[in-house]
């Protein structure tokens, strides 16, 4: 098996270096996860957090042309369907309850068993087993 590993460290995958993001580093991600605006549970906070007017400001028509065409070009899929539920959520308490959810994170529940007891804290023990085996069997009698 070291044979094998030995081997496989003597070839060099790709002798010349070509591609990867040293060939594209515009393609890097330095923070290791996706920008912001493209996160629905972003866009979700973003629009929980505001004023009632700020928020009014997205979905009204009686703004002037500039501010609604603003909108329109900046808002991406994950925005707009986030300013959905966050815009039900006032009235509908199963999708408030989704939302806070998905921004707040699930509350804890402890779980019930028996009559009256919770799981509080659980305890584990990894037990060797002792006894030897017989014969050729390695099974213990």
Known sequence: MGELATEQVK?????????GFG???ELINAGGRPKNQ????????YFKNLTIDEFR???????PRELREKYKKTMTMAALGAFSR???MVNDLAEFYAVANRTEGMPKQSIQYGLDETI????VKIVKNETKPIGDN????
């Open 23 to 25: 060939d594209h580093p």
């Open 38 to 45: 493209e996160s629905f549970s972003y866009w979700m906070n």
């Open 86 to 88: 966050v815009a039900k």
């Open 57 to 63: 400001d997205y979905q009204d028509p009686d703004h």
């Open 11 to 19: 070839k060099i995958p790709n002798p010349k270096g070509k591609g």
């Open 138 to 141: 390695s099974i213990p009698k």
């Open 120 to 123: 509080s804290e659980i305890e």
